[in-house]
């Protein structure tokens, strides 16, 4: 028992420092995730899942995995997909076809496994998979429509890559006398009926019951899981591995509903899917046997990942989006981006034992291939992404942006200002007026409603690290800085002229609500704008070994305000002149000058 305990510790451990050390270096989350398991499993022994969690080791693996499609499908709005449907629709019907064939001749003749085998890889190696894809993802920021690809087609595609490879399965099982055809195709039907039409109607179900308050708050998340759960389980009782469709299916049916509780269930299912994604890499790389690893380390199975990365994948999407409208760059990116995950080395783990119950020897080498290509493609793609994506210009950055909402003399000031240097920065308004000020700076505007679901389909957030609230209404800033907390980071999220202080104790909103206080002691918003009517200006100042913080600091005005700081690494630090200590040599100073001291 105690063992099991300490495991499950070990588990978490592992996973949420891989996360978190991915997160500060910058690495991807997966390769690290990928390190734990191998540190936890095969080189020190800490993690035994086959003798720790002997028996429930498929069974969660299969649960984690049908939550983390279901969340898959909740992030998924038919709103974002407009301008890329084409190519998804493209990439997930003919693409994967033609993935399927290409890679069954791979396997063949490269890997050189058996026919059946084959086959059943082919069609697992179809999936991309969500839980590598989306940790890429938000590392490597991409503009909107390349994201949109990935995201729709790993999430759609690993149901129909799994149903691939049990369709073959069952094929096999009628060709060797084990099944009636008749009865196959009926299977395969009614998995289809209900994967679509039930896990849809399973989702529309909920909204519903939400809508019509037939289900409390605090049992909304609690009656979701046991929907997932329970379609899941009664799909694949109709046939194996269908259960993926229905719970994709159920997801997407929530994610674009209009029920008012849907942006606290997405938060909770990220924060449940990180954790499933950490423990089920662990556990998965930890149960594997050395000599799996060392007998997948030999010329046949590098030449088969080679020609999967670079013959395979990107001949199948470059046919597939023909005539898309997607642009050169887009394709080549999309065409080499595709890590495998959780759902390959699951699956094959399955197939693994049930071909090598019927008597097919090779179907062992399913899960040490599966372990190679994982590998293969986590690490290439995984430090690949980042890069590629900035050389082809498909990239937001992200180290460094500012979104701004309110327009107004010292907001279009500063917005003028880091644009020069070239930090992504963009002024919202409800007043198209407000805004000319912005227009007439060649800032990036948005003109409407920040809150609104119209804003959240068509404003990407990715370019930006942080958030400024400076309109004239400080319950409305409170209100934005709530919105955008948990997406952009709470520590990220600023409002303008909060200044507690001055505030009365009954009018002051609760600790959990609004951003965090700028520039409180300079006044509001108006104090701001009037500075700047009467010539004040932004400054941005570099320092060097030559002139350093502490120059800086004596040379600075008294009544001059420190904004926020460009450091040397490209990164935003709001209020960083306050901190002298903090600033390193390549730093640049944002502040607002009185006249006779405006400079650059």
């Given amino acids: 028992m105690h063992s099991v305990v300490t495991a499950i510790a070990l588990i978490a451990v592992a996973g949420v420092a891989a996360q978190w050390l991915a997160w500060r270096f910058q690495l991807p989350a997966i390769v690290l995730l990928l390190a734990a398991g191998v540190l936890a499993g095969p080189v020190t022994g800490l993690v035994q899942p086959d003798v720790q969690f002997a028996g429930i080791v498929q069974p969660l693996i299969a649960v984690a995995v049908a939550i983390i499609l279901f969340e898959g499908g909740l992030t998924l709005n038919f709103h974002q997909i407009s301008e890329s449907a084409k190519a998804v629709r493209r990439i997930v019907f003919l693409g994967a076809p033609i993935a399927f064939v290409l890679g069954a001749v791979n396997a063949f003749y490269v890997a050189e496994l058996s026919l059946w085998p084959a086959l059943i890889f082919a069609g697992i190696l179809v999936v991309t998979g969500p839980t590598v894809i989306i940790p890429l993802l938000r590392q490597a920021k991409l ?3 390349p994201a949109a690809i990935l995201r729709w087609e790993a999430i759609l595609a690993d149901p129909v890559g799994a149903l691939l490879a049990v369709f073959v399965y069952e094929i096999f ?10 009865a196959l195709a009926l299977r395969v039907v009614a998995a289809l009926v209900i994967g679509l039409g039930g896990g849809w109607f399973a989702g529309r179900a909920l909204v519903r019951a939400f809508v019509h308050g037939h289900v409390p708050e605090f049992l909304k998340i609690p009656v979701i899981l046991t929907v997932v759960l329970v379609t ?12 993926l469709l229905t719970v994709t299916m159920l997801g997407l049916a929530l994610g674009n509903s209009r029920i008012a509780s849907l942006g606290e269930v997405k938060r909770f299912k990220e924060t449940m899917t990180i954790l499933l994604v ?65 759902v390959a080395v699951a699956v094959s783990g399955l197939f693994a034992g049930l071909l090598a119950s019927r008597g097919i020897a090779d179907g062992e080498r399913l899960v040490p291939l599966a372990f190679a290509v994982v590998v293969a493609t986590v690490v290439a793609h ?9 050389a082809l210009g498909l990239s937001t950055g992200g180290d460094a942006g500012l979104m701004i909402v309110g327009s107004g003399r010292f907001t279009v000031a500063l917005a003028a200002k880091l644009k020069e240097r070239d930090i992504p920065v963009m002024i919202s308004d409800r007043n198209w007026a407000r805004l000319r000020l912005a227009r007439q700076a060649g800032v990036d505007t948005h003109y409407g409603e920040i809150l609104s679901e119209v804003a959240e389909h068509t404003i990407s957030l990715t370019s930006y690290s942080h958030l400024l609230a400076a309109t004239d209404n400080d319950d409305y800033n409170a209100l934005i800085c709530t919105n955008f907390g ?37 006044g509001g918003i108006h104090a ?18 030559e002139y350093d913080g502490e120059a800086h600091a004596a040379d600075r005005p008294a009544d001059a305000v420190a904004l926020l700081v460009i450091t040397s690494g490209g990164k935003l630090r709001p209020d960083g002149g306050a901190r002298n200590e903090a600033l390193r040599v390549g730093d640049t100073i944002v502040s607002l000058l009185p006249p006779e001291k405006a400079g650059n």
Wanted: cysteine-free; glycine content about 8%; hydrophobic content about 45%.
């Fill in 382 to 390: 995984g430090f690949s992404i980042a890069p590629l994506a900035r």
């Fill in 278 to 342: 950490s423990g089920v890499f662990i556990i998965l790389t930890a149960s594997l046997e050395p000599a799996a690893l060392i007998s997948a380390l030999d010329l046949k199975t590098l030449a088969f990942v080679l020609v999967l990365l670079l013959v395979v994948r990107p001949l199948s999407i470059w046919l597939s989006t023909i005539g898309t409208g997607l642009t050169f760059k887009e394709r080549l990116l999309v065409g080499w981006i595709a890590p495998r995950g959780v």
């Fill in 528 to 545: 701001l704008d009037a500075r700047v009517a009467e010539n004040w200006r932004i400054s941005a100042t570099t320092l060097s070994k």
């Fill in 486 to 522: 948990p997406e952009i980071g709470r520590s990220n999220v600023l409002q303008i002229g909060r200044d507690k202080a001055e505030t009365p104790e009954s009018r002051q909103l609760m600790v959990t609500l609004g951003g965090r206080p700028f520039l409180g002691s300079a």
């Fill in 143 to 145: 503009t909107r429509r």
């Fill in 232 to 243: 899941y389980a009664l799909s694949n009782a109709v046939l194996e591995e269908s259960g």
């Fill in 173 to 182: 099982l009628v060709s060797s006398g084990h099944h009636a055809a008749d």
